[in-house]
T-cell receptor, first 114, second 118 residues
């Protein structure tokens, strides 16, 4: 699978501010990346599919204006949580599909909105 | 549409005992199946994957899983549990081929928390 770097690993922000999370594929050019959200003691919910060179595809119920996704290059996708509120506090993880069905997760970002 | 069911949100076994974590899937096409492990406050690590080759798949840390089409199952096993195996385990399915781009995301089960008793 791909080698994936995600940062920051933890971030605390004030309510109303925006937070950017980066996901980098270090050794694989990924035209597609995925963003998941994990609630406490819950499974992973697919938020959106990040597509290089085109708009992201959002899952039903996910606010595209709240969670901005930019797939700037074949190795970088960013998720920006805009005007964050305490209910946005969660663990966000990117997933990169590499060669040979080698789906690799980033290390995750723990977002806490205070 | 594809889905994954993991039976048992919590499984408790004694150290040295057999570990069996159950996973059943639903997919309209031949699936690709995965098991991931997540330690507290960490990301997910791939344990093993089935991609239409051998039905018995061996992964890291002594885990293995067997794809049984007739039972639509992909149960995860380990002969002898270690304390370090305590974690959350997720089964996932994808039914799209990886063409080098445009791959589908994975659909996850709700996870099974494995508890190892000394």
């Amino acid at each position: 699978g791909a080698v994936v770097s995600q940062h920051p690993s933890r971030v605390i922000c004030k309510s109303g501010t925006s937070v950017k999370i980066e996901c980098r594929s270090l050794d694989f050019q990924a035209t597609t990346m995925f963003w998941y959200r994990q609630f406490p003691k819950k499974s992973l919910m697919l938020m959106a599919t990040s597509n290089e060179g085109s708009k992201a595809t959002y899952e039903q119920g996910v606010e595209k204006d709240k969670f901005l996704i930019n797939h700037a290059s074949l190795t970088l996708s960013t998720l920006t949580v805009t005007s964050a509120h305490p209910e946005d506090s969660s663990f966000y993880i990117c997933l990169v599909p590499g060669a040979g069905y080698g789906y690799t997760f980033g290390s995750g970002t723990r977002l806490t909105v205070v | 549409a594809q889905s994954v069911t993991q039976l048992g949100s919590h499984v408790s076994v004694s150290e040295g005992a057999l570990v069996l974590l159950r996973c059943n899937y639903s997919s309209s096409v031949p699936p690709y199946l995965f098991w991931y492990v997540q330690y507290p406050n960490q990301g997910l690590q791939l344990l093993l994957k089935y991609t239409s080759a051998a039905t018995l798949v061996k992964g890291i840390n002594g885990f293995e899983a067997e794809f049984k089409k007739s039972e639509t199952s992909f149960h995860l096993t380990k002969p002898s549990a270690h304390m370090s195996d305590a974690a959350e385990y997720f089964c996932a399915v994808s039914d799209q081929a990886d063409s080098g781009g445009g791959a589908d995301g994975l659909t996850f089960g709700k996870g099974t928390h494995l508890i190892i008793q000394p």
